[in-house]
């Protein structure tokens, strides 16, 4: 499979508590993004990397929030203190660097806080 | 406010009628895209139109972009049950690299 993969594809949490995900992105794209989705509404951008670089945090991001990329391969995106209203589908996509606008989303994360 | 607006947001037709669903912006895009989303996974690509006034037909669907790239609209002749899910379209902003997303259009087509 050459996709891009999420872990886990879901977690239920008590709020207070850590989670993290992670994305695979497909091996040869050096563009990877986060974004959040929730109920019946359009992805919201989130963040996204060059290779290892972080180039752009959205205002969503709260300080709560925490992407890395260490290796340029794979990344993980970290909240910590989960509050309720954190719960959304957290989804990864992937591209090309010349290619920004055809992106390949991965299936997500859907996060629940109780 | 959203950037780019979709309506409707939600459409419940007859398998074999006809749809239109509109995106609409104030701001002009280098590129707009239109995915569909179906429970529990994420977006799948369905088009790319990149050309002011482009039109691109895919199968039964047919993507149209505005002249003046601010707008578009996706049209599906003879709508099938398996057509059901969350269509999005998506842009990127004239030199940028970000794709935003509307707020999508829930279509059910019943058998």
């Known amino acids: 499979d050459t996709g891009v993969s999420q872990d886990p594809r879901h977690k239920i949490t008590k709020r207070g508590q850590n989670v993290t995900f992670r994305c695979d992105p497909i091996?040869?794209?050096?563009?990877l993004y986060w974004y959040r989705q929730t109920l019946g509404q359009g992805p919201e951008f989130l963040t996204y990397?060059?290779?290892?670089?972080?180039?752009?945090k959205s205002r969503l991001l709260s300080d709560r929030f925490s992407a890395e990329r260490p290796k340029g391969s794979f990344s993980t995106l970290e909240i910590q203190r989960t509050e309720q209203g954190d719960s959304a589908m957290y989804l990864c996509a992937s591209s090309l660097a010349g290619q920004s606008n055809v992106l390949t989303f991965g299936a997500g994360s859907r996060l629940t806080v109780l | 406010t959203q950037l780019l607006e979709q309506s409707p947001q939600f459409l419940s037709i007859q398998e074999g009628e006809n749809l239109t669903v509109y995106c609409n912006s104030s701001s002009v895009f280098s590129s707009l895209q239109w995915y569909r989303q179906e429970p529990g996974e994420g977006p799948v690509l369905l088009v790319t139109?990149?050309?002011?006034?482009e039109v691109k037909k895919l199968k039964r669907l047919t993507f149209q972009f505005g002249d003046a790239r601010k707008d578009s609209s996706l049209h599906i002749t003879a709508a099938q049950p398996g057509d059901t899910g969350l269509y999005l379209c998506?842009?990127?902003?004239?030199?940028?690299?970000?794709?935003?997303f509307g707020s999508g259009t829930r279509l059910l087509v019943r058998p």
């Open positions: 998506a842009g990127v902003l004239d030199s940028s690299y970000k794709l935003i």
């Open positions: 139109v990149v050309t002011g006034g």
């Open positions: 091996s040869e794209h050096n563009r």
């Open positions: 990397f060059q290779n290892e670089a972080q180039l752009e």
